[in-house]
T-cell receptor, first 114, second 113 residues
């Protein structure tokens, strides 16, 4: 299994541009998440999904959109990029099964908005 | 709501020193507790976990015990190595309901030779 993969690894955007961050997992996990991590800070939840066709907002959803058309893919869309969206973005997934579920993280996408 | 509080870093130690990173939590019921580690330039990965009171999670020489009475899950290692330099995150997942983990802010550990 490749686990959770994210593309691209790095990206520089100009203010007002749009882009999609890709996330794919091959573990048949039902729950998927998008987080952002600002320098020296913890993780903030942007959006999450409990299964294909179902998404919900997290702590900081403004300026982002998501979709979940398949179990494997959970892309994050940035519309009208702003400097405040400069961050490292992590995708994660969980198989909801029992109490000792573990969250698996992708390697991250480092985004800079200039 | 649920919350996790970690000691602020950075924690700076010499190689072979003893490590403790404090973590306390607020949650109703009986949450599952986790420690994740993030090496430079990488995503988070699970280090250890515990699902009920008095459980001890352990991995790679790290240990943490689920203390219900003090709502704590402190991370310890008897002898740190330079390769342990990373950011450590304490997290909880509440029992029942949503599968939205709550993370602490992370504690940076720097180990000098």
């Amino acid at each position: 299994n490749a686990g959770v993969t994210q593309t691209p690894k790095f990206r520089i955007l100009k203010i007002g541009q749009s882009m999609t961050l890709q996330c794919t997992q091959d573990m048949n996990h039902n729950y998927m998440y998008w987080y952002r991590q600002d320098p020296g800070m913890g993780l903030k939840l942007i959006y999450y999904s409990v299964g294909a066709g179902i998404t919900d907002k997290g702590e900081v959803p403004n300026g982002y959109n998501v979709s979940r058309s398949t179990t494997e893919d959970f892309p994050l869309r940035l519309e009208l990029a702003a400097p405040s969206q400069t961050s490292v973005y992590f995708c994660a997934s969980i198989l909801r099964q029992g109490r000792s579920d573990t969250q698996y993280f992708g390697p991250g996408t480092r985004l800079t908005v200039l | 709501g649920d919350s996790v509080t970690q000691m602020e870093g950075p924690v700076t130690l010499s190689e072979e020193a003893f490590l403790t990173i404090n973590c306390t939590y607020t949650a109703t019921g009986y949450p599952s507790l986790f420690w994740y580690v993030q090496y430079p330039g990488e995503g988070l990965q699970l280090l250890l976990k515990a699902t009920k009171a008095d459980d001890k999670g352990s991995n790679k020489g790290f240990e943490a015990t689920y203390r219900k009475e003090t709502t704590s899950f402190h991370l310890e290692k008897g002898s740190v190595q330079v390769s342990d330099s990373a950011v450590y995150f304490c997290a909880l997942r509440a029992s029942g309901g949503s599968y939205i983990p709550t993370f602490g802010r992370g504690t940076s550990l720097i180990v000098h030779p």
